[in-house]
Nanobody, 122 residues
């Protein structure tokens, strides 16, 4: 059984930073491709960033240059370093394990965490 638990969210002022963590239980973490999504109130869940098992990464244009996705295979944990945060980054952030298909689409993911709230004040 795979479980994913996000942590690290909170309230921060615009221009500040946060680092989110996603702890993944279960086997074969090193072979899994992983993603971060976010969902603002009243909006669709949207793609944020992706990391392959080989550690190549891909970020959405809206966060490129500000957010960095990474992983620590020894800790079975994925991270999202978020710098220069903006009020429009306010959302619940989710981590997920990719299954099959376009990495930017939610239906391509097999497992999801419950999310962590990030609120950026202006």
């Amino acid at each position: 059984q795979v479980q994913m638990v996000e942590s690290g969210g909170g309230l921060v002022q615009a221009g500040g930073s946060l680092r989110l963590s996603c702890a993944v239980s279960g086997r074969a973490f090193t072979t899994r491709n992983l993603g971060w999504f976010r969902q603002a109130s009243g909006k669709e869940r949207e793609f944020v960033a992706f990391i392959w098992s080989g550690e190549s990464t891909y970020e959405a244009d809206s966060v490129k240059g500000r957010f960095t996705i990474s992983r620590d295979n020894n800790r079975n944990t994925m991270y999202l370093q978020m710098n220069d945060l903006k009020p429009e980054d306010t959302a619940v952030y989710y981590c997920a394990i990719h299954g099959l298909g376009d990495v930017q689409l939610t239906h391509s993911y097999s497992y999801w965490g419950r999310g962590t709230q990030v609120t950026v004040s202006s």
